[in-house]
C-alpha cells in the first residue's frame, strides 16, 4: 500500500516513516481531544485526562471476543427498539394534539355560528332595512340632483334586497311548517277518533252476542 500511495503522496509516507513526527502529531491530538472534552458544559469530562485517552486507544487494539460482538448486537437491537418507542409515543402524541386541535376549532365554529344565528334575527334584519329606507328617503329630501339621487337610491335598494329574500323565505318557512304541523295534528285527532269507534263498536257488538 505504501508503494502505491508514495507516488500519489509521498509527504504522507514520508510522514509514517517518521516515528518522532508521528508521536508527536498523536500527542497533540491527544492534548486537543482533552482540551475540548473539559470546555464541554454538563458533559462529565472536567476530569479527562490523557490516561483515559490512551485506555480508549489500546482498547481497539484488542481483537474483540465472540460474546463482544454478541454485546454489540444486542446493544444494537435495544437500541433501535427504543428508538421506535420513541417515535411510536411521538407520533401518538402527535395524532392526541392534532384531535384534540380539531375538537377545539369544532367548538369554536359552533360557538361562532351559534352567535352568529342568534344575531342574524329577523328583527335585526327588518331594522336593517328600516335603517337603509329612512337613509334613501333622507337623501331624496337633500340631494338636488335627480340623477345622482336616483343612481344612490337604486345602489342602497340593490344592498338591503338580498336580506328582503331572506325575510320572505323565512315567512314561507314559517308557513309552511304551521301547515306540517297543522295536518299532523289532524291525522293524528283522525286516527284517536277512528280507533275510539272501532273500540266502542266492537266493544256493543261483543254485547249484542
Not at 10 to 18: E, G, Q, Y
Not at 50 to 59: A, H, N, P, T, W
Not at 146 to 152: D, L
Request: charged letters at 35%.
Amino acid at each position: 500500500m505504501n508503494t502505491a500511495w508514495k507516488n500519489l503522496w509521498p509527504d504522507c509516507i514520508n510522514f509514517l516513516r517518521d516515528d518522532s513526527r508521528l508521536l508527536e502529531a498523536v500527542d497533540n491530538s491527544i492534548t486537543d481531544i482533552i482540551t475540548i472534552g473539559q470546555q464541554l458544559e454538563g458533559g462529565g469530562f472536567y476530569d479527562l485526562n490523557v490516561y483515559d485517552i490512551e485506555e480508549v486507544l489500546q482498547s481497539h487494539d484488542a481483537e474483540l471476543t465472540i460474546n463482544d460482538l454478541i454485546e454489540l448486537n444486542q446493544e444494537d437491537d435495544i437500541g433501535e427498539d427504543e428508538q421506535e418507542d420513541d417515535i411510536g409515543e411521538d407520533e401518538q402524541e402527535d395524532d392526541m394534539g392534532e384531535g384534540k386541535q380539531d375538537d377545539d376549532m369544532g367548538e369554536r365554529e359552533q360557538e361562532e355560528e351559534g352567535k352568529e344565528t342568534h344575531l342574524f334575527t329577523n328583527q335585526n334584519i327588518k331594522d336593517y332595512i328600516s335603517m337603509i329606507q329612512k337613509a334613501t328617503n333622507f337623501i331624496k329630501s337633500i340631494d338636488p340632483d335627480p340623477k345622482r339621487c336616483a343612481s344612490v337610491c337604486k345602489g342602497l335598494k340593490a344592498q338591503i334586497a338580498p336580506y328582503e329574500c331572506i325575510l320572505e323565505e323565512r315567512k314561507q318557512m314559517s308557513k309552511q311548517q304551521a301547515l306540517d304541523k297543522f295536518f299532523m295534528s289532524r291525522t293524528s285527532t283522525t286516527t284517536t277518533v277512528t280507533t275510539d269507534v272501532t273500540v266502542e263498536y266492537s266493544s256493543s257488538e261483543s254485547g249484542f252476542e
